[in-house]
């Protein structure tokens, strides 16, 4: 019969940590239980085992095990044999001779002197082996080295001990890696539940009524106060219904359905005006397309309209003056038009560029007037527009009304949702940023990027006959200065008949050729 003493010194055990390293040390009890059930001596040791030699059973102890240690009746160690390379390697050699007792940690010590005395006992022998967990200290001052021996005695003699041992020090990784996963587990749901007390606390204190709703069945998986309140009903009864049922009038419902749809095909739409059920309150719905765990959510966002235009009234007026006096006394220009791209206002900035005198002489024309290429730029705006909403860092053209003429970019954003849909543009005068330092003679007029900035202001056929002209003078300069400004040569590597380059010679002012002059 075998038993087993899993009881760890400075090894982590599985009662250390909760959860699956529980289950886990409580299966390795029951699997070590049904084994020592299981365990079945030889039937007939003196018989077919009479004959073996010392050699023979000293080599099967050293292979049957990791360390094997002889002891006396005293305890102290008197012969080693391992069975593992890497432990014998690390077990130092001053530890023969001296009592096994002393070669091991503290909290380890009462173990071996349990060792020894079952060992000692009458019913010490073959037959009844007892597994106890040991740690010895590592040479180098490093983690210590856990080892699970036996002790039995053997031959007729009483003063000898077999100390038979095995290495823990791979379960011992193993259980530690264990635990680390599982620490690292804990910390995660801890830190996973503090968001979602965050997370619920926002939803549930914030003023902005706010819906979560499953995209497939459009029911609300989540509602605030806020939301509820404004809606009409409670909370409880507003989760698991279908949105927008119940809380809107009939025709609201068919909007808000077609601006979900959009959402769901495209991920955009534009937002939907909505009424409550009773026709008390007018709203403006917004969504936004999220996924979770494999499945599609709405944020649906419900503004009460009169609540808006209330605050736009009532709310910090000395502030938002002070951002229209910001605005109007701005560097850059700023316009505002109407859907069409007529402009509604403009600031001093916008009238300079423009050489306007005041802003009525600007109200109520087509920013197409002054903006770039007439009927192109602006409609490229607008669409761009009315597709994402803003438009960034459009480079164009702005012309004066007395010929002047800027390098410009161009901000934009829409404004759908106010009393008046508009439209906003921010015109910074780019003119300085180009560069006018003149080139060396074999330097490029323009880089790929200046060149592709000048596309919709000069013809491409311009472009393009402007950079291959350059590229055939740097060409024909370069053959020249090869074949040391011998013609001939620079016609034969250029693959041009002598005629060809002359005329070419004489269209870039190149060498000193006369009207019909050659080499």
Same mark, same amino acid.
Not at 312 to 332: G, Q
Not at 445 to 474: A, F, H, M, N, Y
């Given at each position: 019969?075998?038993?087993?003493?899993?009881?760890?010194?400075?090894?982590?055990?599985?009662?250390?940590?909760?959860?699956?390293?529980?289950?886990?040390?409580?299966?390795?009890?029951?699997?070590?239980?049904?084994?020592?059930?299981?365990?079945?001596?030889?039937?007939?040791?003196?018989?077919?085992?009479?004959?073996?030699?010392?050699?023979?059973?000293?080599?099967?102890?050293?292979?049957?095990?990791?360390?094997?240690?002889?002891?006396?009746?005293?305890?102290?160690?008197?012969?080693?044999?391992?069975?593992?390379?890497?432990?014998?390697?690390?077990?130092?050699?001053?530890?023969?001779?001296?009592?096994?007792?002393?070669?091991?940690?503290?909290? #380890?010590?009462?173990? +071996?002197? &349990? *060792? =020894? $005395?079952?060992?000692?006992?009458?019913?010490? @022998?073959?037959? !009844?082996?007892?597994?106890?967990?040991?740690?010895?200290?590592?040479?180098?001052?490093?983690?210590?080295?856990?080892?699970?021996?036996?002790?039995?005695?053997?031959?007729?003699?009483?003063?000898?001990?077999?100390?038979?041992?095995?290495?823990?020090?791979?379960?011992?990784?193993?259980?530690?890696?264990?635990?680390?996963?599982?620490?690292?587990?804990?910390?995660?749901?801890?830190?996973?539940?503090?968001?979602?007390?965050?997370?619920?606390?926002l939803f549930q204190a914030t003023s902005e009524a706010v819906l979560i709703v499953e995209a497939s069945t459009r029911k609300v998986v989540e509602a605030n106060p806020a939301a509820a309140q404004l809606l009409g009903e409670s909370v409880e009864q507003l989760v698991g219904q279908a949105f927008p049922e119940g809380g809107?009038?009939?025709? #609201?419902?068919?909007? +808000?359905? &077609? *601006? =979900? $749809?959009?959402?769901?095909?495209?991920?955009? @739409?534009?937002? !939907?005006?909505?009424?409550?059920?009773?026709?008390?309150?007018?709203?403006?719905?917004?969504?936004?397309?999220?996924?979770?765990?494999?499945?599609?959510?709405?944020?649906?966002?419900?503004?009460?309209?009169?609540?808006?235009?209330?605050?736009?009234?009532?709310?910090?007026?000395?502030?938002?003056?002070?951002?229209?006096?910001?605005?109007?006394?701005?560097?850059?220009?700023?316009?505002?038009?109407?859907?069409?791209?007529?402009?509604?206002?403009?600031?001093?900035?916008?009238?300079?560029?423009?050489?306007?005198?005041?802003?009525?002489?600007?109200?109520?024309?087509?920013l197409d007037r002054w903006l770039g290429r007439p009927g192109v730029d602006l409609g490229v705006l607008i669409a761009n527009l009315r597709q994402h909403g803003s438009v960034r860092l459009f480079a164009t053209t702005l012309r004066g009304e007395y010929g002047g003429s800027a390098e410009i970019e161009v901000s934009a954003?829409?404004?759908?949702?106010?009393?008046?849909?508009?439209?906003?543009?921010?015109?910074?005068?780019?003119?300085?940023?180009?560069?006018?330092?003149?080139?060396?003679?074999?330097?490029?007029?323009?880089?790929?990027?200046?060149?592709?900035?000048?596309?919709?202001?000069?013809?491409?056929?311009?472009?393009?006959?402007?950079?291959?002209?350059?590229?055939?003078?740097?060409?024909?300069?370069?053959?020249?200065?090869?074949?040391?400004?011998?013609?001939?040569?620079?016609?034969?590597?250029?693959?041009?008949?002598?005629?060809?380059?002359?005329?070419?010679?004489?269209?870039?002012?190149?060498?000193?050729?006369?009207?019909?002059?050659?080499?």
């Open positions: 019969m075998i038993e087993t003493d899993v009881t760890p010194g400075r090894w982590p055990s599985a009662g250390h940590v909760p959860g699956l390293l529980a289950r886990v040390g409580a299966d390795d009890g029951a699997s070590r239980r049904r084994a020592s059930a299981l365990v079945k001596q030889f039937a007939a040791p003196k018989v077919l085992l009479a004959d073996l030699d010392p050699e023979a059973a000293a080599g099967l102890v050293a292979a049957a095990s990791d360390v094997a240690l002889v002891l006396d009746d005293k305890g102290v160690i008197r012969d080693i044999a391992f069975g593992s390379e890497e432990l014998a390697v690390e077990w130092p050699e001053d530890r023969l001779g001296r009592p096994w007792v002393e070669t091991v940690t503290v909290e #380890s010590r009462t173990k +071996v002197e &349990a *060792l =020894l $005395a079952e060992a000692a006992s009458p019913s010490g @022998a073959a037959t !009844a082996v007892r597994w106890r967990h040991v740690n010895h200290p590592s040479p180098g001052g490093g983690p210590d080295i856990p080892v699970l021996y036996a002790a039995l005695r053997v031959g007729s003699q009483a003063d000898r001990v077999v100390a038979i041992g095995r290495d823990l020090r791979s379960t011992a990784a193993l259980q530690q890696r264990l635990v680390d996963a599982q620490q690292s587990m804990e910390r995660d749901y801890s830190r996973l539940r503090h968001v979602e007390t965050r997370y619920r606390l809107l009038d009939d025709a #609201s419902a068919e909007a +808000v359905q &077609a *601006l =979900l $749809a959009g959402i769901r095909a495209t991920g955009w @739409a534009d937002n !939907a005006r909505a009424r409550t059920a009773d026709g008390g309150r007018e709203l403006l719905v917004s969504a936004s397309l999220f996924r979770q765990e494999g499945s599609a959510l709405f944020l649906v966002r419900l503004l009460p309209l009169e609540a808006d235009a209330a605050a736009t009234v009532a709310v910090m007026p000395k502030t938002r003056s002070n951002l229209l006096r910001v605005v109007e006394s701005a560097p850059d220009g700023f316009v505002v038009t109407g859907p069409d791209g007529r402009v509604l206002t403009a600031n001093a900035a916008f009238l300079d560029l423009t050489q306007l005198a005041t802003e009525e002489q600007a109200r109520g024309e087509s954003v829409s404004v759908p949702d106010g009393e008046q849909p508009c439209f906003g543009f921010a015109i910074r005068n780019v003119g300085r940023r180009l560069t006018a330092e003149p080139r060396g003679g074999r330097e490029l007029p323009r880089s790929v990027e200046q060149l592709t900035e000048l596309v919709g202001r000069v013809p491409l056929k311009d472009l393009v006959r402007e950079s291959t002209d350059l590229i055939e003078r740097l060409c024909i300069e370069a053959a020249l200065e090869l074949t040391g400004d011998n013609r001939a040569s620079a016609a034969e590597i250029l693959g041009l008949s002598r005629q060809s380059l002359y005329v070419k010679l004489r269209r870039y002012g190149l060498g000193d050729l006369g009207p019909g002059g050659e080499d």
